[in-house]
């Protein structure tokens, strides 16, 4: 049989179908919207079972909203369209929903503009694109990080195998049996079989420059998604930040609530209907109705527009490279405590966040550049007064060969004091006598540790300074002189530093905009209540007082005033002024990271190699000590042993500040005193260095940390708690590999125990929590 139901539709209905619904008073089904915009309206459970006023769902305002938020779903402002006492039809509901083209000067509740809409869809991608970028762009500078502690790890490793075979009486006996003029070449050759994967083209340079590949890599692939991404992310925050008409997966926008009077349906002129539809705002998070009834398949679309976190993504995407890296680093002999220093500087540059993460630290502050100046160097008169009886003449000297800046050799403190079969060893061997080992502990401190310690002679022999200076500086292959590619080498680096700046600020500002909308969400929530009261206490008088045709807008002025409170409003505003922040912040990085990305380029190229060392008094070669004789080291029967020092930049990454000076030198505690005798040829007053670890999660934490738990505080008092924890839980869905939540305050408690775990995958795991300061609490 047929049944007419409004206007020229008519609803086909079986028998069976007619069997089942002749108790309800109506027969009415879902229709499309009175404006050709292919949207459904969807009914209620109870649409067709009686008036409003008879069911105890639908009978007063409270109970109505309430169907109505349930409908639009968590954040989603909900717009009730009707009162007990008055109703609408399908075209009166659209000037709610879709806007009112006839009053162009009134403001739209709702804005309905589908391809606005989807543009902001696309833009918002743009912006998780560009996150997704930064997340692997960071991963890559956490993996470099933790390459540099394999590297360095390797260098004691690597020397401590030198020494053994210079020390050896194999050595010894080859070195002895070699003629005077064949006796460098020699050694030379030992030096360079030894420590080949040091060299520009040995295994583990190479692997620290394939690792700084990837890091270029992820640069230029960041760099593109800046350029071909940020005029879009700048869009979305310019346009999208408004409530428009949402819908679910079903392309639903309305709720048909209930018969208000009439048993006319919904798309009848003569209907008196009461509706629900909702306003999403894509910059809140806010994309499509959620509530009771839903498609399902809706679950698997929100996984899709679900933002990326940087540095819970970073951790992700490092988490397998840094397991296989630290249990590389642990097969090394020192490998353990060489991580474990690392996360000891970690915990130095950041130690609130180490432990508690509770103190903020301004973004950028940077070591200021070292002064140096001349000081004065002790008189002759007043060194010979101090001097003992090995070496009564000598004094350091400049470089017997010209290279493109002054550099000096340097006396410790006990170069003058002894021949080196008679010294003593340092500390904590004191009072032994001095053997070719000791000897390398003396070169080991003057080098510091990141770079290569090159002891040159032994106990048992030794050389001049034109031969010293023909493996330091120019003629071994060994070592470059070519200091001012060293100082490109930092300059590029600096540039990357720049970046990393940058990149911190920009997660930063991701930070308070995360907590903005979430703070706006819960606000959202509270506006449901004003809405409710504002529409109870309003609109029943004010559509009674209406006349007939003007009822409609009589109901979108309650419904402006409802949805239009001061207090929505300054939240509004707030999120407005945090998204503006995370788009100028883009901005300055796309800036920055396309000035430097050139020199990115450059550092794997030209910086891959090991350069002579300098330290704080320009001295780049120590001489530890006479080996026979009384002659000095720059006389050409000289025998002495010395020490210089290979460094590649590439160890001057995800540093705080660029060190200019490589090495400590003479400046060592353990070589140094207050008497002189401790000394290179030129004195120089040097202000300390910063070489703490620049991480950029913690940085961002740090610069966000005050002003985010303050937003989390007033999302909090705004009755949030709830939407905190859906985000803490969708947040452990996420990174589920890491043993992390967000705290509702973001207060992060990393153990430093934990970060120095002899368990190798442990340490991974950590390190990668590490990357998510900016959010992340570890769960101890």
Excluded at 62 to 91: Q, T
Excluded at 155 to 172: G, H, R, Y
Excluded at 175 to 199: E, H, P
Excluded at 469 to 484: A, F, H, M, P, Y
Aim: some cysteine.
């Amino acid at each position: 049989m047929t049944v007419p139901v409004w206007g020229g539709r008519i609803l086909v209905v079986s028998a069976a179908m007619f069997s089942q619904n002749r108790a309800q008073p109506f027969l009415c089904g879902s229709v499309k919207d009175s404006r050709g915009s292919n949207i459904n309206v969807k009914m209620s459970s109870v649409a067709n079972t009686a008036f409003c006023e008879d069911m105890p769902t639908t009978k007063d305002v409270d109970s109505l909203m309430h169907k109505c938020e349930a409908f639009c779903g968590d954040g989603l402002l909900p717009f009730l369209i009707g009162v007990p006492s008055e109703g609408f039809n399908l075209e009166d509901m659209d000037k709610v929903c879709q806007g009112d083209s006839t009053n162009i000067g009134r403001p739209q509740v709702i804005k309905h503009d589908p391809g606005l809409l989807k543009n902001c869809k696309k833009w918002s991608d743009a912006l998780n694109f560009i996150k997704t970028r930064a997340a692997e762009f960071v991963a890559a500078g956490e993996n470099m990080s933790y390459a540099q502690v394999e590297f360095t790890a390797s260098i004691k490793d690597k020397v401590n195998a030198l020494v053994d075979v210079i020390a050896s009486e194999k050595t010894k006996t080859k070195l002895m049996s070699s003629i005077d003029s064949q006796r460098l070449a020699t050694f030379v050759g030992i030096v360079k079989a030894n420590l080949q994967d040091f060299l520009s083209s040995g295994a583990l340079l190479q692997g620290l420059e394939g690792v700084l590949d990837h890091y270029q890599a992820a640069g230029n692939a960041l760099q593109y998604a800046l350029d071909t991404n940020m005029d879009m992310v700048v869009d979305f925050f310019d346009k999208c930040n408004v409530f428009f008409l949402a819908t679910d997966s079903n392309k639903n926008y309305l709720l048909d609530l209930c018969n208000q009077r009439t048993d006319r349906c919904l798309g009848d002129t003569n209907a008196r209907h009461i509706g629900c539809c909702c306003g999403a705002d894509p910059v809140a998070g806010t994309w499509k109705i959620t509530g009771e009834g839903a498609d399902r398949r809706l679950a698997a679309e929100t996984v899709e527009t679900r933002e990326v976190d940087i540095c819970g993504e970073a951790g992700r995407i490092a988490a397998a490279d840094l397991e296989a890296t630290t249990l590389r680093t642990k097969g090394i002999p020192g490998g353990s405590d060489a991580l474990k220093e690392y996360e000891r500087k970690v915990a130095s540059a950041y130690p609130e966040w180490a432990q508690r993460c509770s103190s903020p630290r301004r973004l950028g502050d940077l070591a200021p550049e070292p002064s140096v100046e001349d000081a004065p160097v002790d008189s002759t008169v007043e060194l010979a007064a101090r001097r003992l009886s090995v070496l009564p003449s000598c004094n350091p000297h400049e470089s017997t060969v010209e290279i493109d800046k002054r550099v000096v050799t340097a006396f410790w403190k006990k170069t003058e004091a002894d021949f080196c079969d008679t010294m003593k060893k340092l500390p904590p061997n004191q009072g032994e006598p001095m053997d070719t080992r000791g000897l390398a502990d003396v070169c080991r401190e003057f080098c510091g540790a990141d770079t290569v310690p090159l002891l040159i002679g032994s106990t048992g022999f030794g050389f001049n300074q034109t031969e010293m200076d023909s493996v330091c500086l120019k003629g071994s292959d060994i070592l470059s002189g070519n200091l001012t590619a060293v100082d490109s080498c930092h300059a590029d680096a600096g540039a990357l530093q720049n970046v990393l700046v940058r990149t911190a600020h920009l997660i930063a500002k991701l930070n308070v905009l995360e907590a903005q909308k979430l703070k706006f969400q819960a606000a959202v929530i509270g506006q449901v209540k004003i809405m409710q009261a504002t529409i109870k206490r309003n609109g029943p008088q004010r559509l009674k007082e209406a006349a007939k045709g003007d009822k409609i807008n009589a109901m979108l002025e309650v419904l402006e005033e409802a949805a239009s409170s001061t207090s929505l409003k300054s939240h509004k505003y707030d999120l407005l002024v945090a998204s503006q922040a995370v788009r100028d912040s883009g901005v300055e990085l796309k800036t920055v990271l396309t000035q430097s990305i050139s020199q990115i380029k450059s550092m794997v190229s030209r910086c891959n190699s090991l350069f002579t060392a300098v330290g704080p008094s320009s001295e780049y070669l120590l001489d530890i000590c006479s080996q026979t004789s009384k002659k000095c080291l720059d006389a050409p029967t000289g025998s002495h042993v010395g020490c210089c020092c290979g460094y590649t930049p590439l160890v001057a990454l995800g540093r705080r500040a660029i060190p200019r000076f490589p090495m400590p030198g003479i400046d060592a505690e353990i070589l140094s005193d207050t008497s002189g005798l401790a000394r290179a040829a030129r004195r120089l007053a040097v202000a300390a260095e910063d070489t703490k670890p620049y991480k950029v999660c913690p940085e961002a934490w740090e610069a966000s940390r005050s002003q985010v738990k303050d937003i989390t505080a007033e999302t909090s008092k705004l009755g949030g708690d709830e939407v905190l924890q859906r985000r803490e839980k969708q947040d452990a869905e996420d990174y589920p590999q890491l043993a992390c939540k967000r705290s509702g305050t973001r207060t992060t408690v990393a153990s430093v125990g934990a970060l120095v775990s002899p368990n190798g995958a442990l340490l991974a795991t950590i390190a990668s929590a590490v990357l998510m300061g900016s959010t992340w609490e570890h769960a101890v």
